[in-house]
């Protein structure tokens, strides 16, 4: 079977095209993790702090499982970075707070930890060069 130059390149445009939705496994446990965070405000906004917290618990195992899958990841810079110093702060720090706050139900707390969690995940991004990867 011969194929036609437009062919070939009707063919190349659509594996690119394909090749661009698809995300890998820890892209896709970030995208997820991202979801939770914005499940669990909505849930602790509405004072179901108790939902909140589940749902903030599914924040730090996608997360968690997003490192372990790739816990040494190139930058747009082409510099490699060690996410696991990253989680082990982000985990010790803002998503402590936030599970206290959220346990706690401590309404003042909670935004503070969810304004700071936010905080630093887009730092986390913006060191390994995709600061346009936005945190709901």
């Known amino acids: 079977m011969k194929l036609s130059v437009s062919s070939i390149l009707l063919l190349g445009a659509s594996l690119l095209t394909l090749s661009s939705c698809v995300t890998t496994p820890s892209a896709q446990k970030m995208q997820e993790a991202n979801a939770m965070l914005k499940q669990s405000a909505k849930?602790?906004?509405k004072g179901d702090y108790t939902g909140a917290n589940s749902a903030a618990a599914a924040i730090g195992s996608g997360v968690r499982g997003a490192v372990e899958l790739a816990p040494v990841v190139q930058s747009k810079t082409g510099n490699e970075v060690n996410l696991k110093p990253m989680l082990s702060a982000w985990e010790s720090g803002p998503y402590k707070d936030l599970r206290k706050a959220l346990a706690g139900g401590q309404e003042k707390a909670?935004?503070?930890?969810?304004?700071n969690l936010r905080g630093q995940c887009t730092n986390c991004h913006a060191a390994i060069g995709r600061p346009g990867i936005h945190v709901n």
């Open 43 to 45: 849930k602790a906004e």
């Open 110 to 115: 909670t935004t503070a930890a969810f304004t």
